[in-house]
């Protein structure tokens, strides 16, 4: 009874969550594989080999060379995981060794090829088209082996201390070529604003030279106007009104005849007094 018990006991396998069970007969891997929960086995004839389906990990850095020949050491994080309905196969190839003998090495020769394609410059300035092709180069590779690339990370690129300050150099020329341009434009808005001040300010010079030259003509033209009016209607008796509204009283002390005779008035009124 106890042996039974025994017998029993060992006729089950637990494959836990996130694993898929290789079915092992006498060492072998066989066709079935065994899913989560208990499977029954033929007790000390079979046994079973967790495979982990869940997403892993890798990193690898490595040290590559780009198309322009500059020397670079890129740090990758590639997250996989094993096909779940050929972990058999996997296990037969591989055994549990697949990181070490198909994934990291792939990943080194994916890197290679990756950054070959490209200048150190483009690595920066194009890192998710870079991140694109590796992950292209990288899944055609591991696909091969049923291992399914799920994201791939480039956390880092160091490059050689002389590449580091070329480029630091070229962006500190950028910048002040940009500070340039920025002041030449500044410069040229300002003298465009102050072509459109004198512009506005000659504009409004003319504009009241002309209205005064219009205000003296229109002021001309009414004198004028006045002037023949009071021509028109001058009369010897009007001049003479004029004349008297503006005489003092005092008659003028000689005056002349038709005959060409001057009379001394003075003389003649000091005389009749």
């Known amino acids: ?30 066709d079935k594989i065994l899913g989560v929960g208990l499977n029954f086995i033929i007790p000390f004839v079979q046994n079973i080999e967790l495979m982990n389906v869940q997403l892993q990990k890798a990193e690898s850095s490595e040290d590559t060379a780009t198309r322009d020949l500059q020397q670079v050491t890129t740090t990758v994080a590639v997250n996989f995981r094993l096909n779940p309905n050929k972990v058999n196969t996997i296990y037969s ?44 180069i990288l899944a055609e590779r591991l696909i091969i082996f049923d291992i399914e690339v799920v994201s791939v990370s480039l956390t880092d690129f160091q490059f050689s201390p002389s590449f580091k300050a070329a480029i630091e150099a070229k962006v500190t020329a950028e910048q002040q070529a940009l500070e340039a341009k920025n002041k030449l434009e500044q410069i040229r808005y300002e003298a465009q604003q102050q072509i459109i001040q004198a512009e506005a300010l000659k504009n409004a010079t003319i504009a009241i030279a002309l209205g005064d030259a219009q205000a003296a003509i229109i002021e001309a033209d009414a004198t004028a106007a006045a002037i023949e009016v009071i021509t028109a209607q001058m009369t010897a008796e009007y001049a003479q009104y004029l004349w008297l509204t503006q005489w003092d009283g005092k008659l003028p002390a000689v005056v002349g005849s038709e005959s060409g005779l001057i009379i001394d008035l003075t003389s003649l009124m000091d005389e009749g007094q």
């Open 1 to 30: 009874m106890i042996l039974g018990g025994a017998l029993y006991v060992q006729g089950f396998a637990r494959v836990p969550a996130g694993y898929r069970g290789v079915l092992l007969t006498w060492g072998k891997p066989e």
């Open 93 to 136: 190839d591989l055994r549990q060794d697949y990181v070490s003998r198909v994934v990291k090495p792939n990943i080194e020769e994916s890197l290679k090829a990756a950054t070959a394609l490209y200048t150190a410059e483009e690595l920066i300035s194009k890192r998710t088209q870079v991140k694109a092709t590796l992950d292209d």
